[in-house]
């Protein structure tokens, strides 16, 4: 296993461009089941969640071919192996490059004038495609779902292109129980035979049939659900209206892919998602919308460095939230020009800038467009430098709170009652030995362990891999102290 040593107390500087979406791509993926003919998806990040994805696929009958350009990032997925000197040496996989992080610019000297100047042509993104060889294979092994909750996403659309599906229950991080309940429920309403068995969801339909669907729970929506029931819908005989659909924008692609592959889908972003059957889909090529949890992250992480950086392909149509809790703490965020004109501002550059003093602030996460709980950890890490008493409500995931016991250990002053905890800000932070104990609480460490004194060693870091790519490249570039190690203590 490996760990991060953190060097606090550097002011992060520079630029970085936001990669394509963890939580988009993998449902995004699953919809090459639908179709015969080749999917093309271009910037789909290098994590370890997505090549478990694309195992689980090859494993289903597809093939997966990348295609890495020259200025993209080393993925780090592979099995490390050491040099002479000690340092860690990575195996990058085929057709990959071993170049640093691709191009960056320098931010705009003090004055020079809006944030509009720096936008730039897309670059050059890795692509991942996909095509369905074997579609006599319909098991999806627990083997490879246990690893994450996505793999859900091939129940519906092996259903509807199949007929049959035999599902693990999925995986995941633990951060509190996640029932597919709406899942089964959803799909049941398009005509599903499903059962359970050893572990295994059984479904069977010689052709799904459209239906009203409900999937609203109790703490919300399901996004993964919606995406299923849309997915499996989209080849349904007649019309399926979902309601109280999840109103995600990672929903929103997929939507938009289907329907760049021949779906007729209307509403997705809006809790009433209508899907009119198609006989048949085809191939198509897609480009991923950035990630808003990168993004946030690394917000964060400049403001509580008190930092000066320039994010790139930069979703702010999905951080609305974000960007107003933020602005009650402190932290000055340049957007580009607002233009109600535009329907849909998903890559943008923005500039993040923050006072020494930031001030408390409440929160509670809420399906979108409320505060995402996949935030919670990194808000409270910058909330423990606060000036005053903060209060964090977690609605989506109650026991999402398992970061606090770490922060505590850096010195940090946190409550926690039920839901809620109460951040009361510290002068300073700490670094301390602390341990990762699922993806988005790993992201939340680093960024306390940036705005910390002395030495932060952030164990497990496997999780982050899962959902950021090489994030201690990206810091580095900002000017981070940040390293990866082999990690002795937790093997």
């Given at each position: 296993m490996d760990a991060f040593t953190i060097q606090g107390g550097k002011r992060l500087r520079g630029s970085l461009r936001i990669h394509g979406s963890k939580n988009a791509s993998l449902p995004l993926m699953a919809t090459a089941l639908l179709t015969d003919e080749p999917v093309v998806l271009r910037d789909v990040p290098q994590l370890s969640d997505i090549q478990n994805m694309v195992r689980l696929l090859e494993s289903l009958g597809c093939t997966a071919a990348?295609?890495?350009?020259?200025?993209?990032?080393?993925?780090?997925?592979?099995?490390?192996?050491?040099?002479?000197?000690?340092?860690?040496?990575?195996?990058?996989?085929?057709?990959?490059?071993a170049s640093s992080k691709g191009s960056t610019r320098s931010l705009p000297r003090a004055g020079s004038g809006s944030i509009d100047a720096l936008l730039a042509p897309p670059e050059d993104v890795s692509e991942l495609t996909l095509h369905v060889t074997d579609p006599a294979r319909s098991q999806a092994d627990y083997k490879i779902v246990r690893t994450m909750r996505a793999s859900i996403c091939t129940l519906g659309p092996l259903l509807a292109k199949r007929g049959y599906a035999r599902v693990s229950m999925p995986g995941g991080c633990n951060i509190g129980a996640r029932p597919v309940d709406l899942h089964i429920r959803g799909l049941r309403a398009l005509g599903a035979k499903i059962t359970l068995d050893q572990g295994y969801i059984v479904a069977e339909a010689k052709r799904l049939t459209g239906a009203r669907v409900f999937l609203g729970g109790p703490f919300g929506s399901t996004v993964l659900g919606t995406a299923n029931v849309m997915s499996a819908a989209a080849l349904a005989k007649g019309t399926t209206i979902i309601e109280s659909a999840a109103c995600e924008p990672e929903i929103e692609d997929v939507a938009n892919l289907l329907n760049a592959m021949g779906a007729k889908i209307s509403g997705a972003g809006t809790p009433r998602i209508v899907i009119e059957g198609v006989d048949e889909l085809h191939g198509a090529d897609y480009t991923v919308m950035p990630d808003r949890i990168e993004a946030g992250t690394y917000i964060m992480a400049a403001a509580v460095t008190n930092g000066d950086v320039v994010l790139e392909n930069c979703p702010i149509d999905s951080l609305t939230a974000v960007f107003d809790r933020l602005a009650e703490v402190g932290v000055d965020i340049e957007l580009p020009k607002d233009?109600?004109?535009?329907?849909?501002?998903?890559?943008?550059?923005?500039?993040?800038?923050?006072?020494?003093?930031?001030?408390?602030?409440?929160?509670?996460?809420?399906?979108?467009?409320?505060?995402?709980?996949?935030?919670?950890?990194?808000?409270?890490?910058?909330?423990?430098?606060?000036?005053?008493?903060?209060?964090?409500?977690?609605?989506?995931?109650?026991?999402?709170?398992?970061?606090?016991?770490?922060?505590?250990?850096?010195?940090?002053?946190?409550?926690?009652?039920?839901?809620?905890?109460?951040?009361?800000?510290?002068?300073?932070?700490?670094?301390?030995?602390?341990?990762?104990?699922?993806?988005?609480?790993?992201?939340?460490?680093?960024?306390?362990?940036?705005?910390?004194?002395?030495?932060?060693?952030?164990h497990r870091v496997y999780h982050l891999d899962r959902g950021y790519e090489c994030m201690e490249t990206c810091l580095q570039q900002l000017g981070a102290e940040i390293e990866r190690i082999d990690d002795k203590e937790t093997e």
């Open positions: 990348w295609r890495t350009p020259h200025s993209a990032v080393v993925p780090r997925i592979v099995v490390k192996t050491k040099t002479p000197a000690g340092a860690a040496k990575v195996a990058v996989g085929a057709g990959s490059s233009d109600c004109s535009r329907s849909n501002r998903m890559r943008e550059t923005i500039r993040i800038a923050s006072a020494r003093r930031l001030d408390p602030v409440e929160v509670v996460t809420q399906p979108h467009p409320g505060f995402p709980t996949d935030l919670q950890a990194q808000i409270m890490a910058l909330l423990c430098l606060a000036d005053g008493n903060s209060m964090i409500t977690e609605k989506i995931y109650p026991d999402r709170f398992m970061h606090t016991a770490e922060l505590l250990r850096m010195g940090a002053s946190i409550t926690r009652s039920g839901p809620t905890a109460m951040v009361t800000g510290v002068r300073k932070l700490v670094g301390a030995p602390v341990m990762a104990s699922d993806l988005r609480a790993s992201a939340g460490l680093v960024i306390a362990g940036l705005a910390a004194s002395g030495t932060t060693t952030v």
